[in-house]
């Protein structure tokens, strides 16, 4: 049982880890595509054709096909509190990579 909770534990953080970068991952890639092409917000498709805006796509899928196995292995008591390391994840990652204050 031990090791179960342990195999969820470490699903739920990789699961935040992957859904915090992808926010940055998919807001590079839309700043990619905006200076390329219409914007997203003004009905451009440019963003389809943004491998960065893919990346985080993917990522986004691995981190909630993650979470969703956590569930799994976890008692939803341990799971779901390690779901607000996503926020902190992805405002560090933006300080960072964004340069966002």
Sequence with gaps: MES?????????????????????????GLKRAGAIGTRAGYGGYTYLLEHLWWAGMVTMIVGEAANFVAYIYAPTVLVTPLGALTIIISAVLAHFLLKEN
Excluded: E, H, T
Aim: aromatic content about 8%.
């Design 4 to 28: 179960d909770n342990g195999k969820g534990l470490i699903l739920a953080v990789a699961s935040s880890v992957f859904i915090g970068s992808r926010f940055i991952l998919k807001k590079k």
